[in-house]
């Protein structure tokens, strides 16, 4: 991915560069800083190498519809953006095979972007990556377990272990029942069979 530099003595003003040459507004652009030292007198300046939101996501789509070409499949995406969260949807004829068993190769894909964006890009992009709204549903199915096994965990007063998940299924399940006043959560074991485990509140 081509970076744009600007140098100013001060940062803001190498930001202000950035922000009119590429036409965008200070939430979309993204950029690494550095120190350079210029001339005989080796005077410092202030250089970002920059990209806008609007080229990293233009980046994102080549680069996964190169990784689904190989898999012998076209694609389309759904882009849309939450706060500092992109959100892309993949839309392919056959989903499943891009979602994988348990959602394995979705996670094996979002892995992949995450690093290949961070080789081109020098810091971590904030991304959720998805396929035909499977996340989504397994987000509801996740909820409604949790708060169903929540609702148990309170009457029997006895812990649950739930079925391994992945960080970002375990995540869903800790942020779903941290505000519960009857019920803590907690993971435990070893990747790749780490499991949230609901307990009931000491009174």
Do not use: W
């Not at 930001?15 to 939430?27: D, R, S, T």
């Not at 990209?51 to 680069?63: A, G, L, P, S, V």
């Not at 979602?99 to 972007?113: E, Y």
């Amino acid at each position: 991915m081509e970076k744009h530099k600007f140098s100013a003595k001060i940062k803001q003003d190498a930001l202000n560069q950035a922000l009119y040459e590429l036409n965008c507004y200070e939430k979309d652009l993204f950029y690494i800083e550095s120190e350079i030292k210029e001339g005989i007198f080796k005077a410092k300046k202030i250089e970002i190498e920059a990209n806008t939101r609007d080229e990293i996501i233009t980046e994102i789509k080549k680069f996964l519809t190169k990784i689904i070409k190989l898999m012998g499949m076209d694609s389309k995406f759904e882009i849309k953006q939450r706060d500092d969260i992109t959100y892309i949807t993949i839309f392919a004829k056959n989903n499943n095979i891009l979602i994988g068993k348990f959602g394995k190769t979705i996670n094996a894909l979002s892995l992949l972007l995450k690093q290949y964006l961070y080789n081109e890009l020098g810091f971590h992009y904030n991304f959720i990556l998805d396929v035909g709204e499977y996340k989504i549903k397994n987000q509801k199915r996740l909820e409604k377990l949790a708060k169903n096994v929540a609702r148990e965990v309170s009457k029997t007063k006895i812990e649950s272990k739930l079925d391994p998940m992945n960080s970002y299924e375990r995540r869903i399940i800790h942020t779903i029942l941290s505000d519960n006043k009857y019920v803590t959560t907690e993971s435990t074991g070893e990747e790749p069979y780490r499991c949230v485990v609901i307990k009931p509140k000491e009174s």
